[in-house]
């Protein structure tokens, strides 16, 4: 049943442990990408608001922090066990806010609670290190101490999985927390919270503020907030990077991609065309290590092309929810717009669609922001597109004559998220382990998605920072390093 703005439920803050009402008056609409249906109301919240959120999580700082490593845990091993009941129910809320398919929202919350998961070990990964007898008497020892309010700033894109890129470890490590979902996305996070309430997690520790670019910049100015983590496009990032450092944090800026494979004629072309079609095509190309480009060399032009276009043209597209669907619809129909303007750019430079998804409708959701797998060949190297993230389901080809010309394109894109090589040659998987210049490499893998306990490592205008998101970066991200020197008087132990 369809509701209109008006009816849909208007959502809460979460905030010192209850959900409030924000104090704005201003609200945008979430809609299901598939079907149009307006499904709740985005408070545009303002920065009295983020006052309060902050004020709570300072206030909660202090119990939180003396709270021993293995209790702090505890909620998370409870909050492991809520998500994984209720997986199916976040799945489905993820897919019809975001559109991905119930199997890729399932995906995406395991990868979830996977970073909640490795969170759990922080009584180990927080650990410091202590030497003896620096000098004759004197120990020295790194210790590593929560740094207070730490904030993330999340993408519609994964609603889930990137919140939890950030949460477990900022609280596991012993800072409190102010969250800030995509204004586009925010049920997911909503019910999740829901859950992370039932483990009796005191109040104050996790916090969420809902809205848009007033929310952020005032999360980026609060003079108590110590750390920003933000995940969204490139100009955001930068902006969030260069305005949290005006005021004094630190911050991990993840931004947006173009990612390249290449194709070398020995690859396994059955293993290539099915892992690229779903690297290209998953989550209707709106991941930020989705393929967006494929390199061709030699004979492979010929091979792979046909191989792609084959494995691309058998997807189906259509309601996340219903069963056998492979590809959903894209975020908004500005985002479909955008997308669709984009192709028309490719193809004005040059390009052959061997699949056009410009103008799709998919019958019985016609009102859904669809479009259809397309793959541009031939795109030139030179090309204004061959370096503009289009994040939708387009794979352009382009073809060079061998492994150094194609890493020398690969040099000159601005982005630096993933780049990936399908061969079975180990001296050339080798070689481009060494020189691609990107952050996270695949070898004959589409999505070189680091596991929960890899940091996620993007380079270039992709990354914006020193530590990154997950593993052990996360922790050192999370907490500050405190070195001493310690000299206890000889006197002392002759009292003993
Ligand atoms: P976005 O940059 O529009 O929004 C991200 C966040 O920033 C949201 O919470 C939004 O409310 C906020 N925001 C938007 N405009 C702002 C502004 N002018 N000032 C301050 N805050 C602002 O990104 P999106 O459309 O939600 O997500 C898609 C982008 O995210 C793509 O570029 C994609 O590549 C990127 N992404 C990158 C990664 C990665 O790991 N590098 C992961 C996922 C998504």
Known sequence: MSTTATTAAELQNYVNGAWQRSTTTE??????????????????STPADVE????????????????????RIQYL?????????????????????????????????????E???VACGIPMLMQGHVLEDVTPG???????QPLGVVAAIVPFNFPAMISFWFLPYAIACGNTFVLKPSERVPLT?????????KTGLPKGVVNIVNGGKDVVNALCDHPQIR????????????HVYTRSAAAGKRSQCQGGAKNHVIVLPDADMDLAKQIISDSAFGCAGQRCLAVSVAVTIGEAQKTFRDAIAEAASAIRVGNGMDKGIQMGPVISPQSKQKIEGLISIGVQEGAKPLLDGRNTKISGSESGNFLTPTILDGLPADSRLAHTEIFGPVLSLVHADSIDDALEFLRRSPYGNQASLFTTSGAAARKFRYEAPAGNIGINIGVAAPMAYFPFSGWKESFFGILHGQGRDAVEFYTESKIVVERWSRQETRKF
């Open 52 to 71: 309060a959120a902050v004020q709570a999580a300072a206030a909660a700082f202090p119990a939180w922090r003396r709270t021993p490593p293995g209790e």
């Open 115 to 117: 970073n909640v998961e």
């Open 27 to 44: 609200f945008v609409d979430v809609t299901n990408p598939a079907t149009a249906e307006v499904i709740a109301r985005t408070p545009i």
């Open 189 to 197: 996070m909503h019910r999740a919270m829901e859950l992370l309430e």
């Open 138 to 144: 004197v120990d020295e020892m790194q210790i590593r």
């Open 227 to 238: 750390a920003i983590s933000f995940v969204g496009s490139t100009p955001v990032a930068k």
């Open 77 to 113: 091993f409870k909050l492991k066990n809520l998500l994984e009941e209720h997986i199916d129910e976040l799945a489905a809320i993820t897919t019809r806010e975001n559109g991905k398919t119930f199997a890729e929202a399932k995906a995406e919350m395991r990868r979830g609670i």
